[in-house]
């Protein structure tokens, strides 16, 4: 397993408690579901916008919706999943706020993971070089990237604080050379690759 | 004319009969009984010895229960879904046994308006009950407690097909391990519903109409064959039109000073006209598009979140981009009642610029995601 192509996806299979019912938004080709299907034996649901990503799932036998994964979240009721997995796209999807108030809702546990812009590399580039970051986390041109919202993992600590979403669990993390998932628990904002929130969702039944 | 024979090959499920069920009586949702009634079907494959692998295809509104083969070596023509229905095909006759049955109401053997009333000794034109998706559902139910089948691998149908596989599913839950739902409703829109009458109205001015009485005398095959007209051009979308035919005449060379030089599309849809009148009776359509209009589960459950609320089956679901007809928010609609459920659905929404009837195409990603769901829903079926 590539920990550098599918970054979060051990990280989020150790936290997954098993035989739990779990939805990944922005599940592309399915290839965390179904690890954590077989090795968590979960009940996995994904929604994912592409074709390509979908046909996959077909074939692996997950239930998947093609469609932008802020449509049709309203359908579910409140507390659907034990899970709401949002792993490395918070920062393209449209209305990242409604997103998170939603994935609170449905699910028991809302894990978020995505690319930490406060990471020193990114940092740097910016200030020294003077040019949009281009790196191993935001690997595009800024004429061609899908991530319309950056943000660091202090923001998002204070998005949480603001909507009174309780944190209960914070797993930043980086990859390692050997492409190993390394917890990253000094100043994360600054040295950790990426930002791994799990949110208490329990209380936020409407 | 010579006809060229189609091609029978180790893909093909090869030559085949429809057979005929006969049961002594059918009682139709609005009261009426009728006795005898003649169910027309064709099977391939074989049903195994647990039983667990039969697939039922349900048709749209002008198949016949001939879904796969040919009925003679020198047939020109296939079965209408033949190419998804054989040996090593999605639907693989391989694995699986399948069963298409032509719809009540419907001409093409099974009890219509143009069968005999047994009453009368005369076709029972508009004397025929009106016959909802319900019925075509409870009708396919007595051909399987027929063949002894308990419970259905899978459900499939494109269109009005789909409809029909979902009112399976939500009629006999116990019955279905899952749909595949294609192109389909819970409710057609306004615009087909309109559509439909334009058809409909056609027939019924057509002066050999005769109110439905013309089975002695010529039928109204001037009105049956534009109502086919202007469902082709519902059946394709302005795109593929644009690219199968453009704005090219059937013949370049003659003079624009008559209305004969004809446009190709003109052509195409006479010729699909023609064919239509000489295999549908124009009865049968009246009432089979009578009957995808009626055919509402919002209305008839109270909500789509109800209509769906007992349903057991997992799901796929798929549209077309370029469906006009049955659009992609429609299939939605369906989606997202299940999910609210927590039933199990897989949805795609394939680009194409093929229009409705892409799923009567040779289409590569239709193909592959029938496939591998049907694939996947007997895996977990035979681990049961």
């Known amino acids: ?206 | 004319m010579e006809k060229t024979p189609g091609v029978i090959n180790e893909r093909s499920v090869g030559l085949v009969n429809t057979r005929h069920l006969i049961f002594e009586k059918f009682t139709f949702r609005s009261g009426r009984t009728l006795s005898p009634v003649t169910l027309a079907y064709e099977t391939y494959g074989t049903l195994n010895r647990r039983k667990n692998n039969a697939i039922l295809i349900a048709h749209a509104l002008s198949g016949s229960a001939h879904a796969a083969g040919y009925h003679s070596p020198h047939d020109a023509h296939p079965g209408w879904w033949d190419i998804y229905i054989g040996p090593g095909k999605p639907f693989d006759t391989g694995q699986y046994f399948i069963i298409c049955a032509n719809v009540i109401g419907g001409c093409s053997g099974s009890t219509g308006p143009s069968s005999i009333n047994p009453e009368t000794g005369k076709p029972f034109g508009l004397d025929f009950p009106m016959v909802t998706i319900q019925d075509m559902v409870n009708a396919q139910m007595h051909l399987l407690s027929h063949l002894g089948i308990e419970k259905l691998l899978s459900i499939a149908g494109g269109s009005m097909g789909g409809m029909q596989a979902i009112k399976w599913a939500i009629v006999y839950p116990e019955m279905v391990n899952s749909v595949i739902a294609i192109a389909t409703s819970a409710s057609l829109s306004a615009q087909g519903i309109a559509l439909n009458e334009v058809g409909r109205q056609a027939i019924m001015n057509d002066p050999n109409w005769n109110h439905g009485d013309y089975y002695d005398s010529k039928g109204p095959d001037a009105g049956l064959s534009l109502a086919r007209m202007i469902g082709h051009i519902t059946y394709l979308s302005d795109r593929h039109m644009h690219e199968k035919f453009g704005r090219r005449f059937q013949k370049e060379d003659l003079p624009l000073s008559t209305f004969k030089n004809e446009f190709m599309v003109e052509s195409y849809l006479h010729h699909q006209g023609n064919k239509f009148v000489d295999r549908f009776d124009a009865n049968s359509y009246l009432y089979i598009t009578k009957a995808i209009d009626y055919f509402d589960l919002k209305k008839d459950y109270g909500s789509m979140h109800e209509a769906f609320a007992n349903v057991t089956a997992n799901f796929l679901v798929i549209s077309f981009t370029s469906d006009w007809l049955y659009p992609s928010f429609q299939s939605k609609e369906i989606v997202q009642a299940l999910r609210a459920n927590g039933k199990n659905v897989m949805y795609t929404d394939i680009e194409t610029d093929m229009g409705h009837d892409t799923f009567l195409l040779d289409y590569e990603p239709l193909k592959k995601n029938i496939s591998n769901f049907l694939k996947r829903e007997f895996e977990r079926i035979s681990k049961e």
Request: proline share 5%; net charge neutral; with cysteine.
């Open chain 1, 1 to 206: 397993m590539n920990a550098l192509e599918y970054p979060g996806h051990d990280l989020i299979i150790a936290e997954t408690a098993p035989g739990t019912k779990v939805l990944d938004l922005g599940c592309g080709d399915g290839k965390l579901l179904d690890r954590l299907r077989e090795q968590k034996q979960v009940t996995p649901y994904g929604v994912e916008i592409t074709e390509a990503g979908v046909w996959k799932c077909v074939e692996k036998g997950l239930y998947c919706y093609q469609g932008d994964i802020d449509e049709g979240l309203s359908d579910y009721k409140e507390n659907s999943f034990d899970y709401v997995i949002l792993n490395q796209t918070l920062q393209i999807t449209k209305r990242p706020a409604y997103v998170i108030r939603e994935m609170m809702r449905i699910s028991r546990n809302a894990i978020v993971s995505f690319p930490n812009f406060g990471y020193f590399k990114t940092r740097l580039q910016l200030m020294i070089k003077g040019r949009m970051p281009v790196n191993i986390l935001l690997p595009f041109e800024w004429y061609e990237t899908p991530n319309i919202h950056h943000l660091t993992i202090r923001d998002f600590r204070d998005f949480c604080e603001k909507n009174g979403y309780p944190v209960k669990k914070e797993r930043h993390f980086s990859i390692t050379y050997r492409g190993e998932t390394r917890i990253s628990s000094f100043h994360p904002n600054m040295f950790a690759q990426y930002g791994f929130f799990i949110l208490n969702g329990e209380g936020f039944a409407e």
